[in-house]
């Protein structure tokens, strides 16, 4: 709960510094008809709504489970990082429609005005990104520090535009560098909205080969075959996973040890806490695809780590 509050309290301040820069931007971009500073407003605009959907939803997640949401709030900031990148794609579009349309018909830019606007954004990206790194494990906050990362290095690139800029008179080079940030857009968004798409679609979660999880559990004393298994995210951080275990006709208390056995493997091997195994002593009738065990004694597992 203190690392949810100290995040929330990086957000906040993101926020509002995030904010203040767009406006500069804005106005130091029509001044000195930079394409690039406006494309970077137009960046750091999906910005302030991906650490305003991070904020919000990193509020969501800290509420606890009930009867209607057995399992939290957990989902809404996969969901957010998944807004955040498809907004990105957006912006990348319009940038890349400006662009080109630039290219066509140049406009004369102000370099000075350029490099001293970016170096701004430069300190500014650069001090919330490295704030933002000790939570970057959270998918929701990874979405947020991403696209600082690519601000901090877009804005630098845009110095360097404008230094050229100021040495040869090249104008092509403001929209130049303005694709050039669109494409850093494009590939900041496209992880997230793949690692997003296989939470919200219940995928198996990123790094668990599912025939390795299977040999784990097998190698359990005890154990004798695993089927009808399924593993998931719940959050970003957050797996579970629910199986068939195939053991001998035992009695209830060596079971349990079985048990213990496979959920410790679970935890230490794939950071899996919350299970639910099924135990049987003879086959399902239909192995692969379980829909009705016979002769079968069940345990349930469901450890409250959320």
Known sequence: MHSHGH???VLRFSLFATLLYIVIL???GVRAHSLALLSEAGHNLSDFLALLLSWVALYFQSRPANSSKTFGYHRAGVLAAFVNSVSLIVIAAWIFYEALVRLRAPVDVHP???MAVAAIGVIMNGVIAGMLWSSSRDVNIRSAFIHQLGDTLSTA???LG??????TGQTWIDPVLSIGIAALILWSSFDIIHETLNILLEGTPRGIKLDQLSAAIVACTGVQDVHDLHVWSIGSEIHALSCHVLIA???LSESERILRDVKSCLADRFHIQHTT???EHAGCEVEHECVMPINIHST???PHQH
């Open 7 to 9: 995040t929330r309290s």
């Open 26 to 28: 804005v106005v130091a």
């Open 112 to 114: 000075g005005m350029m």
């Open 157 to 159: 690139a845009v110095i």
């Open 162 to 167: 404008g230094f050229a800029i100021s040495l």
């Open 249 to 251: 006709d035992i009695p």
């Open 277 to 279: 195994i099924q135990f």
């Open 300 to 302: 349930h597992s469901h």
